[in-house]
């Protein structure tokens, strides 16, 4: 096994010179540089991560707590985290806690006893349990998709683009407006502002919220949103012209149902959702949606992680990321 002795006899230079080259902590000639990574490829040595470790009480390792792993907006979101980390020489740790509360404090504790030496948390609730376990980490944390509290969140600006999506469907002449989403409070991002959102622009425009018009779901599956726009159809007294749904997935179910039933999609009932998924665009018809740009965000995380890691006193606390309204043929 090839030793970081054999590195430096090799590459004509010190054990310290190389140690230098491999910590990045001191200055190397670019002369040494380029002998010591020639020799690094030719043997193919591969530096011992425990003994870095030791050294600079760093394990280079980022823990990313994910809701669910299967999602497309997780994998966007692990993507854009990777690649950035990747280029600082940082690993990731992927923790799935399958939608359960509970786990996204198990794995926060049990992430830092893996010695991590920071953690990404894409945040689907807010509780005092949640934010305490926050508040006592060791390490730093950063969480994103929800505003939470005294902690570096990267935060979608879920009302403002639920605001220009219902406003886009006004501009489109629908007045009938619905709402699709899911109970709860726990999740305030999704089940709290895009509904806020959505009854704030009606009343803007002087036009009637009506309760059975809001439909929610138990979860964001597609099944949810189909069971949804049943009821929504089914059960209220006057049809909507136009539904906004949260999620790109319970969209797909709400269109299936009005399929189903002979809808015509937008002529009958026009449909808005959130995700941007890349199923979205091959739908028949296409559906408009809002894109929160997960990977930017994934990214944008990263960046601010790798700022409190390295120490920097000005660590923003809240930064709102962008988006983009995807006008396509569902509206």
Do not use: C
Not at 8 to 26: D, I, P, W
Not at 289 to 311: H, P, R, S, V
Request: glycine share 6%.
């Amino acid at each position: 096994m090839t030793t970081i002795n054999d590195i430096a006899k090799m590459a004509g230079v010190s054990r310290s010179t190389v140690s230098r080259f491999l910590n990045k902590n001191g200055y190397v000639s670019e002369e040494a540089a380029k002998r010591i990574q020639d020799v690094i490829h030719d043997t193919g040595y591969m530096p011992s991560q425990s003994a870095q470790s030791l050294r600079t009480k760093k394990s280079g390792v980022i823990g990313v707590i994910l809701p669910k792993i299967s999602t497309e907006t997780a994998s966007r979101v692990v993507s854009g985290i990777n690649q950035f980390l990747q280029k600082n020489h940082y690993q990731v740790l992927l923790a799935d806690t399958s939608l359960n509360h509970e786990k996204e404090i198990e794995f926060i504790r049990l992430l830092q006893s893996r010695n991590v030496d920071g953690i990404i948390l894409l945040g689907t609730h807010i509780s005092t349990e949640l934010m305490r376990a926050i508040q006592e980490s060791r390490v730093p944390i950063v969480v994103i998709g929800q505003d939470m509290p005294e902690t570096t969140s990267v935060i979608y600006p879920d009302y403002l683009a639920t605001v220009e999506m219902i406003e886009y469907m006004l501009e489109r002449k629908y007045r009938q407006i619905a709402y699709i989403g899911v109970g709860g409070e726990e999740d305030p991002a999704i089940g709290i502002e895009r509904k806020r959102a959505y009854v704030d622009t009606l009343k803007k425009y002087h036009l009637t919220v009506r309760e059975q018009w809001i439909q929610l779901g138990g979860d964001f599956s597609i099944e949810s949103g189909y069971q949804a726009m049943r009821r929504l159809m089914e059960t209220s007294s006057s049809r909507p012209d136009a539904v906004f749904v949260v999620t790109d997935r319970m969209a797909i179910g709400a269109i299936q149902y009005l399929k189903d039933h002979q809808y015509r999609i937008p002529e009958n009932v026009a449909i808005g959702a959130t995700g941007a998924s890349t199923l979205s665009k091959y739908l028949e018809p296409s559906l408009t949606t809002i894109d929160f740009q997960n990977e930017e965000a994934g990214t944008l995380a990263a960046q601010l992680m790798m700022k409190a890691l390295e120490g920097e006193d000005e660590v923003e606390k809240k930064v709102i990321h962008s988006y983009r309204l995807l006008k396509r043929d569902s509206v």
